[in-house]
Nanobody
């Protein structure tokens, strides 16, 4: 079992910034992909950004150039720096963890990000 604890969501005006944090604990692996997904009301959950072994990153087209994902292997944590936020970034953001070779991902409880216009 892996537990994920997220923090850093909140309310911000358009153009502002937020930094999300996700810390993993429990039966963690040294080889894993961690990432952030988001789900807006009435929409499907979508990938925002992920980082896998070798620090290879993937971003949704809608956030490229604005969001940056980084990991801290000593703390088994991942961070999402979100700049130039837009109202359409409003959603619940979920941290995701998947060990290499496993099929079951773990999810955080979600943190609300609201961007006002």
């Amino acid at each position: 079992q892996v537990q994920l604890v997220e923090s850093g969501g909140g309310l911000v005006q358009a153009g502002g910034s937020l930094r999300l944090s996700c810390a993993a604990s429990g039966s963690t692996s040294s080889m894993k992909t961690m990432g952030w997904y988001r789900q807006a009301p009435g929409k499907q959950r979508e990938l925002v950004a992920s980082i896998r072994p070798g620090d290879i990153t993937t971003y949704a087209d809608s956030v490229k150039g604005r969001f940056t994902i980084v990991r801290d292997n000593t703390k088994i944590a991942v961070y999402l720096q979100m700049n130039s936020l837009k109202p359409e970034d409003t959603a619940v953001y979920y941290c995701n963890y998947l060990s290499v070779g496993e099929t079951r991902p773990y999810w955080g409880q979600g943190t609300q990000v609201t961007v006002s216009s």
